[in-house]
Nanobody, 118 residues
C-alpha cells in the first residue's frame, strides 16, 4: 500500500518560514510527479507547486517567489520550503504523487496543518 507521510507543519508567525516534507514509500518515486496542494477552511483544494521526475517546476501564482518545491529521489522525499509567510496561506497542505505514465495512479497524504498567525 502506497504511503505518503508528511511532516513539518505547525504554527508560525507572519513573516516566518516553514518547511514541510513528504516521504513516499511503495512507489517508484523517480517516476512520479510530486506536488503540494492546500485546502483552507471553506475553500476547494488548490495547487501550490509540482515537480516532475525531471525536475520541471510549476507554481501557483500565489506561491511564486515565496515557496520552493524540491525533491530528493534517493530519500523518496519531496519538500516545500515556505518563506515570508502570511496568514492567507493558512491551510492543510497535502502531498500528492501522480504517476507520469498514467494519471489514474495518484495518491494523497494526510496533510499537515500550516497556520500563520501572531
Amino acid at each position: 500500500q502506497v504511503q505518503l507521510v508528511e511532516s513539518g507543519g505547525g504554527l508560525v508567525q507572519p513573516g516566518g518560514s516553514l518547511r514541510v516534507s513528504c516521504a513516499a514509500s511503495r512507489i517508484i518515486f523517480a517516476l512520479y510527479t510530486m506536488g503540494w496542494y492546500r485546502q483552507a477552511p471553506g475553500k476547494q483544494r488548490e495547487l501550490v507547486a509540482t515537480i516532475t521526475s525531471g525536475g520541471g517546476l510549476n507554481y501557483a501564482d500565489s506561491a511564486k517567489g515565496r515557496f520552493t518545491i524540491s525533491r530528493d529521489n534517493a530519500q523518496n522525499t519531496v519538500y516545500l520550503q515556505m518563506n515570508s509567510l502570511t496568514p492567507d496561506v493558512t491551510a492543510v497542505y497535502y502531498c500528492n504523487a501522480n504517476a507520469e505514465w498514467n494519471n489514474r495512479y495518484t495518491y494523497w497524504g494526510q496533510g499537515p496543518q500550516v497556520t500563520v498567525s501572531s
